[in-house]
């Protein structure tokens, strides 16, 4: 019996969060019942301190029981068994006196994967699946003032470890293994972080990110409790004269006689109640309109608009149910006023085509695998992350498989005009959810918690594989039953025009189509951060030489340092790595938006990243990095998603993208063409109108045959008052090979610099302008914030732009801006390195500007040592000079004790197998002696592998066999072959030809000029 005449507080009092005071146990070694554990008397010995929101590995990590897993290769240091075993959670907590003659409610955000309860003794229920509530009326249980204790047993999925259609034995990334398996058994588990089994963007996760990983809290209630409401309106359209909302809400009775009481409310202001009786034990809905609630006729409402197209209006709605003069519960909703139009799809029929608000809208954004590999999300690092996806120019978020389904995320795209794209936790086509019911009262609980977000612009059943769900009619019903105005999905790669690929590097033409599909839900390549970020990813000794450390953190695209040697030239080192891979990685992301903006709405509807943001410290799928450093990729993406661009096709055509409702007149566009010397070679200018939301194509841009080996476009659009409204900056191959490792060559630009620092509500921004005094193009000049006495990365910061290329003679003022906290005192340095750019020394007031001491510039290589194999190491140059073979790679120890001349170990892990021929520039006049790098890493005996090498037409090996050279498998051998001259093309060529026994193959090559040799 609950009668409200017991409750003695007028307002319902303040939810206490309860995310403190935690301990955490293996189940094995607790040894007690969850009777005993949840007793107060019981004194956990030897328990960890937990963290909480977190995960079981997350709380061993921060008790220094395993090293930070993402760290160098750390991760494979943590068993697997940590999987398998399921975990106790205890703390206490007193009920405030201002809970007295309240319900008292113990309250989980989220858990992972299943979970039972216990308050002071008593079982008082279990949470299934990571993505529903658990609330427990515990008042039966707790005496208000006295101290009481929780315990949680936390179970795993069911099959972290073994199980559906094959077991689960984790895969690491590795030179030989590459990417390994996406996913496996633990999809039958779902709904659960099923990516944390490992997938080509996230290493196994050892505790599959099991635990408390969101809030819990205790709060108070008296006897009706107001329940998820849900508010919609009628349709709106830009500079509509208003809008009628409609208010559903869930009242529960939790006492065995009738209560009747009043729902409150107000919108903007203005007051509306309704008298409602709900029966004893029972829910009942209330749902008030327009029509009859007049304060939910909203007159020229301020709307929510996505990133770019308005602002990100917000109206709350506090309700409360009060009975007689005391409040029974309190819950504000909040929401937004806006329309989302899906183009008419329907029945199989249409495209997906989002408007909003009667705009269309071309969707650009990228794909979320996670937020953090172990579910590591702060407030602040989750803000950062969304405003680095607002600042991008995105105006979508795809939460791939739901594995950032929580408040936070939602609420943060709501206040950053960030769209969602939201799948439900399915991949497989074979590993479907064993238990339906658990999966659809997380998609109900699910459904019921967020819909109330503006920023969700969709539901989608699944990731890829169109194949239907074994329940999708009840998915299906769920959605159009609790949240009947979004749109579902079927799948995230087919129907209604969408599709999904690529994920490797390709030619800037390749992204130009031509387009099998209108909504492009995923495409990526790598993406390399900054030097410094590399470093701090891994330790000292992995920093020069591409290993399993590398693979580990997802560059295991073998093409990927082939392509950039084809391209740029000759890898040198690490430094040189990261500074070839920024060229491409700006063109290419670039290049990703601003194919599908060429056919913008005919048929192109929408292109998602794969993906925005990384979950790991990785190199590749990102436009930040882990440490929320923006890459040159996201600079490249920033330029195409801006709202009026000026663009180049491959073909040289100069378009205009107006994604603005409105039309433009009287632009002035105008296109420059520069040799490498700097000579202007091309320019032209006109005026131009675009009609709104649509592509322009303006004029031609001409190529000139004498321009040399790559040109410079500079491409500019004013509006009719002269502003600048958009620049592009191109660089471009004059053969059709792609080749711009003439850029090599470049001169070096010293940039001369001033900044003026402003401190302002907690922020310091920096205004930077940047001057090339220089004769040649600066190309690609990067800012990177520092504390000055530390050198130390400020992180994060927001740069207006970077990666930023100057004509001789130009300058451009940039800002950059951070938490005056996160200076830590000390005065903000701003380095400037780049292609081939350096920068003088300054300092002004509050402020230094210098050159990055460790990038370097872009320099010729003469090609002595290749590794030809997929990476590099100190003294060897990335595979270069080669047609022909394919690489691979082993996981084994090569020996080289004893070896005379060996290179490092390392060297011989990877090969190019197959026939090919290297064909490598030398010095005419000179006599070389050349070293060829070999170990037999497959074959078990001599005889399994014969091969010829010939060198400039002369055979020089025959009937060579590796592992009868080296005495073994597994064994470095060194040949070594004397005066050897270029041919009549100053070449020195040298062919591996299959002989008697299956393939050649070779792990590396030294050149060394005979001055050199010893």
């Known amino acids: 019996m609950f009668a409200s005449s017991t409750i003695h507080a007028q307002t319902v009092p303040p939810r206490i969060s309860l995310t403190q005071n935690w301990r955490l146990q293996d189940a094995a070694k607790a040894l007690s019942s969850g009777a005993a554990l949840s007793s107060v008397a019981y004194k956990p010995s030897a328990w960890y301190a937990a963290t909480v929101p977190g995960t079981v590995l997350t709380t061993l990590v921060n008790n220094g029981v395993y090293p930070e897993p993402l760290y160098g290769e750390n991760n494979q240091r943590i068993p697997d068994s940590l999987s398998t075993a399921s975990y106790w959670y205890r703390t206490t907590f007193t009920a405030p006196a201002s809970y007295a003659g309240r319900r008292v409610w113990l309250s989980f955000e989220g858990i992972n994967h299943k979970a039972e309860v216990w308050v002071n003794g008593q079982n008082v229920g279990r949470i299934e699946g990571a993505f529903t509530r658990g609330v427990f009326d515990v008042t039966p249980f707790v005496t208000i003032g006295k101290r009481s204790a929780v315990a949680v047993k936390i179970a795993p999925p069911p099959h972290a470890s073994g199980g559906i259609s094959h077991p689960s034995n984790p895969v690491p990334q590795t030179l030989a293994n590459g990417y390994g398996p996406n996913g496996g058994n633990m999809e039958g588990d779902s709904p659960t972080f099923f990516c944390a089994e490992g997938w080509d963007w996230i290493p196994t996760i050892h505790d599959r990110d099991i635990g408390l990983w969101r809030n819990v809290s205790l709060s108070a209630t008296g006897p009706v409790v107001v329940k998820d409401p849900y508010v919609t309106n009628s349709r709106v359209t830009a500079g509509g004269a208003s809008a009628d909302l409609t208010l559903r809400v869930d009242l529960q009775n939790v006492t065995d006689r009738a209560q009747t009481g009043v729902l409150k409310g107000n919108v903007a202001g203005r007051a509306f109640s309704q008298n409602v009786t709900i029966a004893a034990n029972s829910s009942r809905t209330v749902t008030l309109a327009a029509a009859t609630t007049p304060a939910l006729h909203l007159a020229h409402p301020k709307l929510w608009w996505p990133n770019g197209y308005g602002s990100q209006n917000l109206y709350t709605i506090p309700l409360t149910f009060t009975i007689g003069k005391t409040e029974s519960d309190a819950r504000p909703v909040t929401f937004g006023v806006r329309t989302i139009d899906y183009g008419g799809v329907g029945d199989g029929k249409g495209t997906l085509k989002l408007s909003v608000n009667g705009v269309p809208i071309m969707m650009r954004g990228g794909d979320w695998g996670m937020d953090e590999a172990l579910k590591r999300s702060p407030a602040a690092r989750l803000e950062a992350q969304i405003r680095l996806n607002k600042e991008a120019g995105f105006t979508m978020i795809r939460n791939w498989c739901g594995q950032t389904t929580q408040e936070d995320f939602y609420a943060l795209c709501d206040k950053y005009g960030i769209l969602v794209w939201n799948d439900f936790w399915l991949d497989d086509t074979v590993n479907y959810p064993i238990d339906a019911a658990m999966f659809l009262a997380n998609e109900r609980d699910t459904l019921l918690r ?235 200018s006109t005026s131009a109108s675009v009609p709104g939301a649509s592509v322009a194509s303006v004029f031609p841009i001409v190529w000139l045959a004498s321009s040399g080996a790559v040109s410079f476009v500079k491409l500019t659009l004013k509006d009719a008052r002269g502003k600048l409204m958009s620049s592009s900056f191109y660089w471009r191959a004059n053969r059709d090979d792609g080749d711009c490792s003439a850029l090599q060559s470049l001169p070096s630009a010293s940039l001369a610099t001033h900044a003026v620092r402003t401190d302002r509500a907690g922020m310091t921004t920096l205004a930077v302008t940047l001057t090339n005094r220089a004769k040649s193009v600066a190309l690609m000049a990067h800012l990177q914030l520092r504390r000055r006495t530390t050198g130390a990365r400020v992180l994060p910061a927001y740069y207006s732009d970077n990666y930023v290329s100057l004509l001789p003679g130009e300058s451009q003022a940039l800002t950059v801006q951070t938490a005056t906290a996160d200076l830590a005192g000390d005065t903000p340095l701003v380095t400037v390195d780049g292609w081939n750019v350096t920068a003088a020394p300054w300092s002004g007031a509050g402020v230094s500007v210098g050159p990055n001491p460790d990038a370097g510039l872009a320099r010729p290589a003469e090609v002595r040592n290749i590794d030809c194999g997929v990476g590099w190491l100190p003294g060897y140059a990335s595979d270069c000079c080669v047609a022909g073979g394919a690489y691979a790679c082993t996981d084994d120890a090569i020996d080289v004790a004893g070896v005379p001349g060996a290179a490092p170990a390392i060297l011989y892990r990877t090969e190019r197998n197959g026939e090919c021929i290297y064909t490598v520039p030398a010095k005419m006049g000179e006599t070389y002696d050349l070293a060829l790098h070999f170990a037999e890493t497959y074959f078990q005996a001599k005889g399994q592998r014969v091969f010829h090498v010939d060198v400039n037409g002369e055979r020089k090996l025959k009937d060579f066999d590796i592992f009868a050279a080296a005495g073994g498998r597994n064994r470095a051998n060194v040949q070594r072959i004397a005066d050897v001259h270029p041919d009549a093309n100053g070449n020195i060529v040298i062919r591996f030809v299959k002989g008697d026994a299956d393939q050649p193959k070779i792990c590396g090559i030294q050149i060394i000029p005979k001055t050199e040799r010893r």
């Open 450 to 684: 967020f819909r109330n977000h503006p920023s969700i612009a969709l539901w989608c059943q699944r990731n890829e594989f169109p194949v239907g769900t074994p329940f999708e009619k009840q998915m299906i019903e769920l959605a159009a039953e609790l949240d009947p105005g979004r749109w579902f999905q079927p799948c995230s790669s087919s129907q209604y025009g969408v599709g999904d690929g690529d994920y490797g590097i390709e030619t800037v033409a390749h992204y130009f189509g031509p387009f099998k599909d209108s909504f492009h839900t995923e495409i990526g390549a790598p993406s390399i951060p900054t030097l410094e970020a590399l470093h701090a990813m891994m330790p000292r000794q992995d920093w020069a030489t591409f290993n399993d450390d590398w693979t580990q953190h997802d560059l295991c695209q073998y093409n990927y340092a082939p392509a950039l040697t084809a391209r740029y030239g000759p890898i040198a080192d690490t430094a040189d790595f990261v500074r070839k891979a920024h060229l491409a990685d700006y063109e290419t992301y670039r290049a990703m938006i601003e194919g599908r903006n060429s056919r913008m709405f005919d048929p192109c509807t929408g292109v998602m990243l794969w993906m925005s943001n990384p979950a790991q410290p990785s190199l590749v799928w990102q436009i930040y990095g882990y440490d929320l450093e923006p890459t040159a990729a996201y600079f490249g993406v920033r330029r195409a998603c801006e709202m009026t661009h000026v663009q180049m096709t491959p073909d040289g055509a100069l378009q205009v993208i107006n994604n603005r409702p409105e039309s433009l007149a009287g632009l002035k566009v105008q296109a420059d063409v520069y040799a490498m010397d700097g000579a202007r070679i091309f320019e032209r």
